[in-house]
Structure formats: C-alpha cells, structure tokens
C-alpha cells in the first residue's frame, strides 16, 4: 500500500487526489500546512507528496513552487488537473430571514485559502462587499473553523466534500468566477509512479543564467527552438541568492530521454548555464482521468 501525504481531508487537494488514484490502495496522511506535506515525504513518513502547483485564475502558487525548489529535493512523479469548484458554507439557520431564504447580510466573516477566496472574488463583491475576510491554512480548515464558532456569523469557501464531512450546509454552490477553474496538481517522491501510464509526457527543468553572458536567454531559448522542443510554460522567480538574480522554471513537452532534449541540455549547459532536472514524468488531463 502506498501511502500519500497532502493538504486536510475536505481540501481540493483531497477530492483531486481521491480521483486521481481512484481503484487504488492509499493510506492517506494529511497535514495542515504544506510545507509539513513536504516534509512527511522528505522524512519518509509517505512515499508521495501531493502539491498544487498553478491553478487557472491565480497562476502558480509561488509559495509551493519555492518548497519545491529552495527547501527539498523530491522529484516530480506525476502531474494531472482537477476543476476547483468551491461553495460558500456554513450553518445555514444562523443567516435566514424572515421568508425562510439565506440573508447573505447578516455573514460577518467569510474565511478561506487565500486561493479559493481569490478564485470567488466576483461573489463575495457582489453578494459580501462589506463582509470581513479571513485567510487560513486550507480550505478544509477554514470549514472546520465554522463549527468551532456557531453562532458568530461565519461562513467558509470550500469543497462539498468538506461540508459534508463537518455537518454544515451548503448556502450557494460554484461560486467561483469562472467555469473552467482547474488547479494543477504534481506527485512528488523518489519512488517512480507506474499505476497509470499516460502517452503525454513533461519534463521540468531549472535553467540559472551566467552573470556574465549577454543574451544567454535567447540562446537557451534558441537551443529549444530550433531542435522544434515545444516548451508549455517559462516563469522567472528569484534565486534568493542575490537581488535581480532569477532562475527561470520551464516546462519542456518531451521526455527526457528522448535524442533531442538532452542535447539541448547540453547545449544549454556549454555556455555556461546551471541546469537542474526537476522530473520528466506522465501528465493526465482530467477527460483522461473520469474514463
């Protein structure tokens, strides 16, 4: 039995990981802080770590992308998407009015993941304009948090599954702002994941520039291009080290052991660029996943 770690039980993290290893044994280990899902795995307390890493509205989450990168060395294993459909929950006798229907007036605070209230923010504008918002560790948290303070007026973003698990009731469903609102989710560990097979392959890389090399950007974009390497995502982030010096994250569509990718690896690396290998790994759509 693998066993998995990741965000609270009720979390989007939850319901994307409970589809992705569907027909599998799992023993799950939930943490409420990212950074200790990272640890569980890096302290082999699990063989997988699950991370949201880029969601449709919010872009990536730099928080997540930095763990990957300056704090743990856990390989990416996997990558697969799941619609983040969040819902504004709470205890629904506390807010009714006179003709029995939810007076969203009388919810003094709505709290949330910092995403999930970013991906609602037409709905809580026009619905809770001047309600107080609060930020929490996860969504699941933030509908646990309800239950522990009734009758304060309230509510929580979150999941369905997370309403359910905590008795509470569900006052206004998919509320997001747009439709097609998925996040991106990366396994990771040192363990090879082979339970699915998927004929979409990524590899990501971190490609650090010589300081003293100009135009060292469009020759390593160069050494893609014209190889015809389809790269899906480039994003510059600080190194940390030193202000104004970036590593860029890029995202290749090829395996890595294919003829091409690694002699533009080498390519890139002969001038004098720093290339680290993050993983080369399958990635599953969600249409790919439900059949």
């Not at 023993?27 to 950074?35: D, E, M, V």
Request: aromatic share 8%; net charge negative; charged share 20%.
């Amino acid at each position: 039995m693998k066993s998995v770690a990741l965000l609270p039980a009720g979390s989007v993290s939850d319901e994307a990981a409970r589809h992705f290893f569907h027909g599998e044994t799992v023993a799950w280990k939930y943490h409420r802080l990212i950074s200790d899902v990272f640890l569980s795995t890096v302290n082999n307390i699990s063989d997988y770590s699950i991370i949201p890493i880029e969601n449709t509205i919010e872009g990536s989450v730099s928080l997540h992308m930095d763990w990957l990168v300056h704090e743990v060395d856990l390989p990416i294993q996997a990558e697969w998407v799941y619609p983040s459909i969040q819902n504004l929950i709470g205890n629904q006798a506390e807010f009714l009015n006179e003709a029995g229907q939810v007076d969203f007036s009388k919810i003094k605070k709505v709290i949330s993941h910092p995403v999930a209230m970013a991906q609602c923010l037409q709905f809580l504008n026009e619905h809770l304009p001047q309600t107080e918002r609060e930020h929490t560790s996860s969504t699941a948290e933030a509908v646990k948090m309800v239950t522990k303070q009734p009758g304060q007026g309230i509510a929580a973003i979150g999941t369905l599954i997370a309403a359910s698990n905590n008795g509470l009731d569900v006052m206004a469903r998919s509320i997001t702002d747009h439709n097609n609102n998925f996040t991106r989710f990366f396994l990771v560990g040192s363990k090879p994941y082979e339970a699915k097979q998927s004929d979409r392959v990524k590899t990501s890389i971190l490609v650090t520039l010589p300081e003293d090399y100009p135009g060292a950007l469009h020759q390593v974009l160069s050494a893609f291009a014209w190889r015809r390497i389809n790269l899906s995502r480039i994003e510059s982030r600080p190194t940390k080290k030193k202000l104004g010096n970036y590593y860029f994250y890029i995202e290749i569509e090829m395996a890595l052991d294919t003829v091409l990718l690694p002699s533009a690896l080498q390519e890139i690396e002969a001038i004098g660029c720093q290339v680290r290998i993050l993983g080369s790994y399958p990635r599953f759509t969600y249409e790919q996943l439900c059949n």
